[in-house]
């Protein structure tokens, strides 16, 4: 009623927001202060139509009365004897900061967590006695704590101070230095073009593969290298936790000591895919022919592909069937589905 009627702070809220408020605080649960939300009883019991309840409820929101607690939905909950049942609604009434301001009360905390610890002391009206109280009130803080004990007699109290958590170093092995959110991005890139090409790993997410991949990412190796590293591990079954199986692999992999310098006649084979001299030539002549074979691409290639390519969609599957990885850069997933659902269709137009 203070923030309808005497503060006035919402111009379009007024009697039927305050029935509607009224609604809610009789079926509020007062120990939790939450409410179901009730739409549909809520306006049969203030004769109200439900858009009305609904703006209403939302002028009470923006006043700052009610926050959500959950968000209803139509999932069938699946109750006992009951065909159907839909996930409710649930709001919690809270106090906007601008009522206890203006009544003056302590408060600690925000937002739905915010609590009131102390109220204005009326002043004593000293007149009688000819004595005035000469400190003038000031006003209190907004995070003042009130002077009580906060441990029972029967609990001991900690008085010891925390101490300030080490920071995370790389000394051990395995570990990466501190990332920039650009480095971040650019890790889960490569972990994007990495994962195709190991089988055990499709189910592990891409932030948790770079994560793990941070020790190779470090030491400058592609995206075609690591996954050439870890193809070499000829993993025939599939770990719970690739992550967590490859962090582990690369720390016992390098807390080995490197072997001696041998022959290369000797161990032919006994190199990684990174170590290996053939293996780099190859992909040494593999970039510079796909350089001369096109130019790089630029996004306004790939803006002007995925304007005007609904038309040759023929095209773009057949090139999706030829080079997929190439085609979803060039043209986009959306492009790329439907043409690939019209060709699949039988029909290859005029």
């Not at 079954?237 to 072997?259: E, H, K, N, S, V």
């Amino acid at each position: 009623m203070w923030l309808v009627e005497e503060a006035g702070l919402h111009p379009k809220a007024g009697e039927t927001t305050l029935r509607i408020a009224h609604d809610m605080a009789e079926r509020m649960d007062f120990t939790a202060g939450t409410v179901l939300y009730d739409l549909d009883g809520t306006a049969a019991r203030c004769a109200l139509s439900r858009a009305t309840v609904k703006r209403h409820v939302g002028y009470l929101r923006e006043l700052g009365a009610l926050v959500w607690v959950r968000h209803g939905s139509r999932r069938n909950l699946r109750l006992p004897g009951r065909p159907y049942a839909g996930t409710a609604t649930v709001y919690a009434a809270t106090v906007p900061y601008v009522y206890d301001r203006a009544h003056g009360n302590r408060i600690d905390g925000r937002g739905f967590r915010a609590r009131v610890i102390g109220m204005p002391v009326p002043t004593a009206d000293n007149s009688a006695t000819g004595r005035q109280d000469r400190r003038g009130r000031e006003p209190q803080s907004l995070r003042a704590h009130p002077r009580t004990r906060t441990a029972d007699g029967e609990e001991r109290c900690n008085d010891t101070p925390r101490r300030r958590a080490r920071p995370r170093t790389a000394s051990r092995p395995g570990n990466s230095t501190p990332r920039s959110p650009l480095q971040v991005a650019a890790d889960i890139r490569i972990a994007a073009q990495v994962r195709p090409h190991l089988p055990w790993a499709q189910s592990e997410g891409l932030r948790r593969l770079a994560h793990a991949l941070r020790p190779l990412i470090d030491q400058g190796v592609d995206a075609h290298d690591i996954a050439a590293e870890l193809t070499s591990w000829w993993i025939s079954w599939r770990p719970a936790r690739p992550a967590a199986y490859i962090t582990a692999q690369l720390r016992d992999r390098m807390a080995i000591a490197p072997r001696e310098a041998l022959p290369a006649d000797v161990h032919a084979h006994t190199a990684g895919p990174p170590e290996n001299a053939a293996w780099q030539a190859w992909l040494r002549q593999r970039a510079a022919a796909s350089e001369l074979r096109e130019p790089q691409r630029t996004d306004e290639d790939r803006r002007h592909a995925r304007l005007y390519g609904w038309d040759n969609w023929t095209e773009i599957a057949d090139h999706y069937a030829t080079d997929p990885d190439d085609a979803l850069d060039l043209y986009g997933t959306r492009l790329c589905g439907y043409a690939v659902k019209r060709a699949s269709d039988g029909w290859r137009g005029p």
